[in-house]
């Protein structure tokens, strides 16, 4: 069964520092999410891309957040400087134009805490 | 904004019974989506609803596309240990690109 990869499963960094998370979506699927959970609470969206052009990014702070998908394909989700209040779980999702309506696909996320 | 609200906030509950959780928005969806995360995973969909008074079952989890359309339910019969989760419901956001937005969760504990 096709999945979402992610990467690093788990990232402990040090507040001020720069982090990175890879997503590689289900092949063929062009539009990619990068959502991000705090604990406790459901997924909120930061950033949509349509291949590789950014859709929609009205939620991603835009000030230390930066995400790029610069062949169409895969994704990277930056975060420089890390802030404590960064320390959530960053999921990537993924779907093709014609299953918009029943979903998309997740990965297993990348859990980071920031010391 | 868009909102969706879910309740109960967590459940417990022993194996075998019967769980049953709800969604609600402030605004009118024409789909409705449900999703199940466990501890460390990301949200795994379940049930997809498309049309209002819609009822769709994935074995023994049963959903329901509420008429007025600002509201869905997630029914499990029968629970067992590795219905522990999170579940959420979700619904596509009226803005021009198509994304959803997911609720506040259920956490359901399933005591054997």
């Known amino acids: 069964e096709a999945e979402v990869a992610q990467s690093p499963r788990y990232k402990i960094t040090e507040k001020s520092q720069a982090v990175a998370f890879w997503c590689d979506p289900i092949s063929g699927h062009a539009t990619l999410y990068w959502y991000r959970q705090i604990l406790g609470q459901g997924p909120e969206l930061l950033v949509q891309f349509q291949d590789e052009s950014v859709v929609d990014d009205s939620q991603l702070p835009k000030d230390r957040f930066s995400a790029e998908r610069l062949k169409g394909v895969d994704s990277t989700l930056k975060i420089q400087p890390a802030e404590l209040g960064d320390s959530a779980m960053y999921l990537c999702a993924s779907s093709d134009r014609a299953s918009t309506l029943g979903g998309y696909t997740f990965g297993s996320g990348t859990r980071l805490t920031v010391v | 904004g868009q909102q969706l609200n879910q309740s109960p906030q967590s459940m417990f509950i022993q194996e075998g019974e019967d769980v049953s959780m709800n969604c609600t928005s402030s605004?009118?969806?024409?789909?409705w989506l449900w999703y199940k995360q466990e501890p460390g995973e990301g949200p795994v969909l379940l049930i997809a609803l498309y049309k209002a008074g819609e009822l769709t079952s994935n074995g023994r989890l049963t959903a329901q596309f509420g008429i007025t359309r600002k509201d869905s339910f997630l029914n499990i019969s029968a629970s067992i240990p590795s219905d522990v989760g999170i579940y959420f419901c979700a619904g596509p956001t009226t803005s021009g690109t198509y994304k959803y937005i997911f609720g506040t969760g259920t956490r359901l504990k399933v005591l054997a």
């Open positions: 605004s009118i969806f024409n789909t």
